[in-house]
């Protein structure tokens, strides 16, 4: 996924950066490695197929935004005490 595509797919799912690393389980650090398409070496660095595949399915449905912040909340400290 190019960075564009991110970008594109971000604002189309309606989900803040900070929001979607918490539920994809990952760093803002390397969500803006994904956002700008390198990493901290220099180095080409594109989201993972996944990623595409999670936004979709926020971007379909804005429900399963709220099923991926249960599942998440059941495993880990909860978005609002992140904030």
């Known amino acids: 996924m190019t960075k564009q595509e991110l970008a594109i797919l971000m604002s189309e799912a309606g989900i803040t950066w900070k929001f979607f690393t918490y539920l994809y389980g990952t760093s803002e650090r390397r969500l803006t490695e994904w956002m700008t ?3 901290d070496k ?3 660095e594109q ?3 996944p990623v595409r595949v999670m936004l979709e ?3 379909a449905n804005p429900n399963n935004i ?3 912040e249960a599942v998440t909340d059941a495993v880990t400290t909860p978005y609002s005490e992140k904030k």
């Open 57 to 59: 399915l926020f971007k």
């Open 66 to 68: 709220d099923i991926a």
């Open 37 to 39: 398409g390198t990493n």
């Open 47 to 49: 989201a993972p197929h």
């Open 42 to 44: 220099g180095q080409p």
